[in-house]
């Protein structure tokens, strides 16, 4: 069955054609082609592209021109028109839903997949304990301690690569994280009981420094887990959405669902108590129960 029988019969118009005009920019990004040559190169009229592309259109191209545009640029109709996330030709290549099974060895480079495919896009996540590219070895030793050498290592070399990637000048991300994560750190509650307290000192400093470093391309924002929770996940822009299930992802493809997550996420932004130009200092406050 066509994929396009799927599409809601009442979808606003509105949603589809800033769908159609964010896929698009995309493309112009990819090519840095200028809105002459990339008219030029399917066929249509300068002055008839930049209507489509102009802001609150909600106009768009002829079922010949969609094809000559998905044809010239390798991306599939579907894709242009946001009824997939992902830009593959053929559109049946991506399921709305998937389970990736991923080793700790392999994750790294999954991960960076992931975030190299997203480039210009926000990402945004919900970690399962702290972000990992705010933890320090020493915790994550504590952390992941049972696993295998190899596995420990691949987790301390993907703990470098996001920090290496959130130091980008073009990095935009964003976590949300319960803040009574931090108090358990710094009193050594639950998983932390056995972690001694100069490494736990040790690790909040070392957020609070790399809070304040990242400021403004890496955003913290602490909301309070009695007023609402929420399962690891990470938003790779409007590409995928994956909720980590311990040695898998749960791949989600579908725009649709793409979009319920990204309304989750802004949740957590509206009920967050600590805003992330009050990270560092909520930290701080934080780390003063240390015992």
Known sequence: ??????????????DVAEIFRE?????????????SQFAASVGIDR?????????????????????????TYGVSVDWLMGLIANDETDSE???MLQIERIAESSARHKLA???????????????????????????????FGDYSVAERDARDQQMLDQLTYTRRPETDMEVC?????????????????????????????????????????????????HKAYAVPYTLFGPLRAAIYIGD?????????????????????????????????EAIRRISSELA
């Open 47 to 71: 002055s008839a592209l930049s209507q489509f592309l102009a802001p609150g259109s909600t106009r768009l191209p002829r079922a010949e021109t969609l094809c000559n545009i998905a044809r």
């Open 1 to 14: 069955m066509n994929s396009h029988q799927n599409t809601p019969e009442l979808a606003d118009k509105r």
């Open 177 to 225: 994280m319960p803040m009574q994560t931090i108090g358990q750190v710094a009193r050594g509650e639950g998983i932390w009981a056995q972690v001694p307290l100069e490494i736990r000192r040790q690790q909040l400093e070392h957020m609070i420094e790399l809070v304040e470093e990242l400021y403004p391309t890496f955003r913290l924002f602490l909301f309070d887990a």
């Open 248 to 280: 898998m992802y749960l791949v989600i493809n579908s725009v649709e669902h793409i979009r319920a997550f990204t309304g989750h996420f802004d949740g957590l932004i509206r009920i967050a108590d600590v805003s992330p130009d009050k990270a560092a």
């Open 93 to 95: 290549a991506v399921p």
């Open 113 to 143: 997949d992931w975030h190299q495919q997203a480039a210009g896009y926000k990402i945004r996540y919900v970690p399962t304990t702290l972000p990992d590219l705010l933890r320090t070895e020493a915790v994550s030793k504590f952390e």
């Open 23 to 35: 896929r698009m920019a995309l493309l112009l990004a990819r090519k840095g082609f200028n809105l």
